[in-house]
């Protein structure tokens, strides 16, 4: 690991350099690991001398074994040590996560500092980490081959399950396929819960005719997978048909669109336009999809508000349109795919029928 964050601590300083800051405070946690190996609790001090992780006792052995190369600070407050830590330096305009930092801590941090001035910096870290390296594909691909056959074998027990215990079972065996855990609460929604995109699983038991979205991811080595598929038990009717196949249709159509340089809005605008001549405008309510990696939403956004961003070779990204219709149920069809020079290349393998 250390090779790999050393690369990335450097690509730090260099942008730290270009816009004249000192040092960095990192706040947000997944920013942390992926610059230290680190996945504990704590904040981050990056600065030209090294980096520093301010934790406390609970951590401190798991972040000298994770992260071998940081200096680790134990003994205080997270936000204290990292105060001090400046102040000893005698760092002069560092950056601050304006996003993953509260309002309480940074008072405490304006008034505790000496010389230092703090600078709002918006994502840098989490747009670096947007393109993955070939270590993290091959984590965020074993995540989603434990997912996909964790998948295979539950289908063939849904009938008469309950959601909650079918969202309990699918998670044991993605546990059993070497999982850590899952990358989210499981959805598992039957009948007219489909209709909630983020629907929690309940009591409802899954019977014939149902329309189940079942939403689901593993985490390996803290990446994670994101898919989803829409299942039925028995024969599907005339209107399920028709609504899953335009969603199919609509998912396959964008993922044809994914290549580096692809303007995320317009890969959305594929589906959306394809959902809309159907007559289904409204009911697709969501982005297209979004980045995946050491959390399971991330950079790129694929949504008509991504503005001009567009995507890069590296980028791991989730492609699901969906159906959603009060009282009725709903549809969603999702794929993890890798932005490769050519073009693409998916990460998901659970089979498609219904
Ligand atoms: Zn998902
Ligand atoms: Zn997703």
Not at 102 to 115: I, N, P, Q, T, V
Not at 172 to 196: C, H, Q, T, Y
Request: with cysteine; glycine share 10%.
């Amino acid at each position: 690991m250390s090779g790999i964050t050393t690369r990335r601590q450097e690509m730090v300083r260099e942008w730290l350099e270009e816009q004249g800051l000192d040092a960095l405070l990192v706040s947000a946690e997944p920013n942390v690991r992926w610059l230290t190996g680190f996945a504990g609790e704590g904040l981050l001090v990056l600065d030209a001398s090294g980096v520093s992780i301010c934790t406390d006792s609970r951590y401190a052995i798991q972040a000298r074994d994770e992260a071998p190369d940081a200096e680790v600070l134990a003994d205080g407050g997270h936000l204290e040590q990292a105060i001090g830590r400046l102040n000893a330096d005698g760092v002069g305009r560092f950056g601050f996560e304006s996003a993953y930092l509260s309002y309480a801590s940074h008072r405490k941090l304006c008034e505790g500092l000496d010389e230092a001035e703090p600078v709002p910096v918006e994502d840098k870290i989490k747009r670096l980490r947007a393109v993955k390296d070939e270590a993290e594909i091959a984590l965020i691909e074993q995540a989603a081959t434990i997912a996909d056959r964790a998948f295979v074998a539950l289908r063939p027990m849904l009938p008469g399950m309950c959601e909650r215990d079918a969202a309990f079972e699918l998670h044991r065996l993605m546990v059993k396929e070497g999982a850590e855990k899952p990358s989210f609460d499981i959805i598992v929604a039957s009948g007219p819960n489909g209709a909630k995109p983020h629907a929690c699983p309940c009591e409802r038991r899954i019977s014939e005719g149902d329309f189940i979205v079942i939403d689901w991811g593993a985490v390996v080595e803290g990446y994670c997978s994101d898919c989803t598929r829409t299942v039925i038990v028995g024969q599907p009717d005339g209107r399920q048909r028709e609504i899953w196949e335009a969603v199919r249709e609509a998912q396959l159509a964008a993922i044809a669109g994914v290549r580096p340089g692809a303007v995320c809005r317009e890969v959305d605008e594929i589906a959306r336009g394809l959902l809309r001549e159907r007559g289904f405008d409204r009911e697709f309510g969501h982005g297209l999809g979004h980045g995946v990696g050491l959390q399971v939403h991330e950079l790129p956004v694929l949504s008509q508000r991504s503005e001009d961003a567009a995507l890069e070779a590296g980028m791991v990204v989730t492609v699901e349109p969906g159906v959603y219709i009060e009282d009725w149920g709903g549809v969603r069809l999702e794929e993890l795919v890798l932005v490769t020079q050519e073009g693409h290349r998916s990460l998901t393998a659970a089979p498609y029928d219904l």
